[in-house]
């Protein structure tokens, strides 16, 4: 048979389960696969032969057969929307029921990528124009997963331009690579470590900025990824973004809290001896003469005394007595008659010369120490 008589059997097989207009409406799935796979024998040896001039021909069979198996792929089960749809919403849930922790979200995300029904997935962080593995799953597999994340953090690969997953951070939107193996515009070492066919990419967008990347494939299936998976690896990323966010506002508020647990804390031991205290005016026992006008301060009951270090200048000293009163910088500098920065000087050196770690502690001392 010439090349003609092979090229027109390949485009009436095609025709025969596969409008030219329009793919979807007459795919006859039950004999579909047959004929794609006599179609690639039919083509392989026409464009096996040299000196034939079907350029043409075999283009619209290309197109005729791609078209096919596209619609055949996504025709079959792996491509059920509504177990995508389903598969999706039980991930969902359990990135709901997640800790509040980024770390614990951030090795979680690559195993429910693989719920999705991937067969391996990557989490990384993008900063300062580099991509970083953060966490990887492969299913079944947690040496090969450890392999590849190792590889992912000890070679961070820069965002160069001609990168696939420049364009992703670039357009913020997801992207479907194909034949990784011959690319030179993937992660090599990853790529040759994960030995990946085709992959999908999504970002992880924080405030118009991504700040992540998900990458997954389907390996072990023996087939492309496609834009099906592209959509619902970015329909993932979405809720991964929500949950990043509700842990890392979580943990702002737990380490404020423990803040003001760690303050409140410092100043009940510094002022744990000057709690004591007494409500006369004059500062005189019961009993004693009154000698002079009445004093116009309560008085203070303190522990025993211990004097303050004699390196102590009387301009500091100064400073101290109006720290101990309750005076802020800036009514210290209005009471001497100097500048806020000349105050926080002093401060300084009182605490440095007191070796007290904050101005509660430096009070306390000026309390021992039986300051008037």
Same mark, same amino acid.
């Given at each position: 048979?010439?090349?003609?008589?092979?090229?027109?059997?390949?485009?009436?097989?095609?025709r025969?389960?596969?409008?030219?207009?329009?793919p979807s409406? #007459? /795919?006859?799935?039950?004999?579909?696969? !047959?004929?794609? @796979?006599?179609a690639w024998g039919?083509?392989?040896?026409v %464009? $096996? *032969?040299?000196g034939?001039?079907?350029?043409?021909q075999i283009?619209?069979?290309l197109?005729?057969?791609? #078209? /096919?198996d596209?619609a055949l792929?996504? !025709?079959?089960? @792996?491509?059920?929307?509504?177990?995508s749809s389903?598969? %999706? $919403? *039980?991930?969902?849930?359990?990135?709901?029921?997640?800790?509040?922790?980024?770390?614990?979200?951030?090795e979680?995300?690559?195993r429910?990528?693989?719920?999705l029904g991937f067969?391996?997935?990557?989490?990384?962080h993008v900063?300062e124009?580099l991509?970083v593995?953060e966490?990887?799953?492969?299913?079944?597999d947690?040496?090969?997963a450890?392999?590849?994340?190792?590889?992912g953090?000890?070679?961070p690969?820069?965002?160069v331009?001609?990168?696939?997953?420049t364009?992703?951070?670039r357009r913020?939107?997801?992207i479907?690579v194909?034949?990784?193996?011959r690319?030179?515009?993937v992660?090599?070492?990853?790529a040759?470590?994960?030995?990946?066919r085709?992959y999908?990419?999504?970002?992880?967008?924080s405030?118009?900025?991504?700040v992540?990347?998900l990458?997954a494939?389907?390996y072990?299936q023996?087939?492309?990824?496609d834009?099906h998976?592209?959509e619902l690896?970015?329909?993932?990323?979405h809720?991964?973004r929500?949950?990043?966010?509700?842990?890392?506002?979580t943990?702002q508020?737990?380490a404020?809290?423990?803040?003001?647990?760690?303050?409140?804390?410092?100043?009940?031991?510094a002022?744990a001896?000057?709690?004591?205290i007494s409500l006369s005016?004059?500062?005189?026992?019961?009993?004693?003469?009154?000698d002079?006008?009445?004093r116009?301060?309560?008085v203070?009951?303190?522990?025993?005394?211990?004097?303050?270090?004699a390196?102590?200048?009387?301009?500091e000293?100064?400073?101290?007595?109006l720290?101990?009163?309750?005076r802020?910088n800036?009514a210290?500098?209005?009471?001497?008659?100097?500048?806020?920065g000349?105050?926080?000087?002093h401060?300084k050196?009182?605490l440095r010369?007191l070796?007290?770690?904050?101005?509660a502690?430096a009070i306390?001392?000026w309390?021992h120490?039986g300051?008037?």
């Amino acid at each position: 048979m010439g090349d003609q008589d092979a090229i027109r059997d390949v485009l009436a097989g095609l025709r025969s389960v596969l409008d030219a207009d329009d793919p979807s409406t #007459a /795919l006859q799935s039950s004999q579909a696969r !047959a004929v794609v @796979e006599q179609a690639w024998g039919a083509l392989a040896e026409v %464009l $096996g *032969e040299h000196g034939h001039d079907s350029s043409a021909q075999i283009l619209a069979a290309l197109r005729r057969l791609r #078209a /096919l198996d596209q619609a055949l792929l996504h !025709a079959g089960p @792996e491509y059920d929307s509504s177990d995508s749809s389903r598969r %999706l $919403g *039980e991930a969902l849930v359990r990135l709901e029921a997640a800790p509040c922790s980024t770390r614990a979200l951030v090795e979680l995300a690559p195993r429910l990528i693989c719920d999705l029904g991937f067969d391996r997935a990557i989490i990384s962080h993008v900063a300062e124009g580099l991509w970083v593995s953060e966490s990887v799953f492969v299913m079944n597999d947690p040496d090969w997963a450890a392999a590849i994340n190792r590889i992912g953090q000890e070679q961070p690969q820069p965002l160069v331009p001609d990168l696939f997953e420049t364009v992703v951070v670039r357009r913020r939107e997801p992207i479907v690579v194909t034949d990784v193996q011959r690319e030179s515009r993937v992660h090599k070492g990853i790529a040759d470590a994960s030995m990946s066919r085709s992959y999908v990419a999504a970002p992880i967008v924080s405030r118009g900025r991504v700040v992540g990347l998900l990458h997954a494939d389907r390996y072990g299936q023996d087939r492309e990824t496609d834009t099906h998976d592209s959509e619902l690896l970015l329909a993932f990323s979405h809720a991964l973004r929500l949950a990043l966010s509700r842990a890392q506002v979580t943990e702002q508020l737990e380490a404020a809290r423990d803040t003001l647990a760690r303050v409140s804390a410092s100043l009940e031991d510094a002022t744990a001896g000057v709690l004591d205290i007494s409500l006369s005016l004059t500062g005189v026992r019961a009993g004693e003469p009154v000698d002079g006008p009445p004093r116009t301060r309560a008085v203070l009951a303190r522990p025993a005394t211990r004097p303050l270090p004699a390196e102590l200048t009387s301009r500091e000293l100064q400073v101290l007595d109006l720290m101990a009163e309750g005076r802020t910088n800036a009514a210290i500098a209005k009471e001497l008659v100097i500048s806020d920065g000349t105050v926080k000087q002093h401060v300084k050196h009182i605490l440095r010369k007191l070796h007290a770690r904050n101005r509660a502690e430096a009070i306390a001392m000026w309390f021992h120490a039986g300051r008037p």
